[in-house]
């Protein structure tokens, strides 16, 4: 009896360590689907409740910056989140893995130009998140773009 007794314990612990990953799983993956849609929009707001206030980002073009200059580069205009996307944001093939209370977020950026030729341009990136008071924020962000086919 007591060794049911443990392995029901432990199937408990077991189900609700893996339950508690897939909630925040889902949660990573709805906040960067809504960042991207904040961001095809150039909303501040979205990029301000993304990005934490350490935040280290290197763009695809090998620039390092951080969360200050990704909000001074919003125009104060754009705060509305009203404007007409000139660029859509999308995720795909999203891979997170969760370490507690880090997690990291892989996925294929697409950007769709929103003019007459549609061209989608492809980026891999990668970000680090870290849950800090409940709530997720991402500490380290690489942006790599994907070559044109030869």
């Known amino acids: 009896m007591r060794n049911i007794l443990v392995l029901l314990a432990f199937l408990t612990v077991a189900l609700s360590a893996s339950a508690k990953a897939a909630s925040d799983e889902e949660m990573l993956t709805s906040m960067l689907n809504e960042f991207l849609a904040g961001a095809s929009i150039n909303n501040a707001a979205a990029h301000d409740r ?13 620039l390092r910056f951080g969360k200050a200059e990704i909000m ?3 125009s ?4 509305t989140g009203i404007e007409e996307p000139e660029v859509v944001y999308s995720a795909e093939d999203i891979r997170s893995r969760l370490y507690g209370d880090t997690a990291v977020v892989a996925f294929r950026l697409l950007g769709t130009l ?6 989608v341009m492809e980026y891999l990136n990668t970000g680090t998140f870290v849950k800090r008071s409940g709530e997720w924020r991402v500490v380290a962000w690489q942006a790599t773009v994907i070559p044109e086919p030869e």
Do not use: C, P, R
């Not at 104060?76 to 705060?79: I, K, L, R, V």
């Not at 929103?114 to 061209?119: H, I, K, L, R, V």
């Open 50 to 62: 993304f990005w934490a206030q350490d935040l280290v980002y290197t763009s695809s073009k090998g």
């Open 72 to 74: 001074e580069g919003m």
């Open 76 to 79: 104060s205009d754009s705060e």
């Open 114 to 119: 929103q003019d007459d030729s549609g061209e």
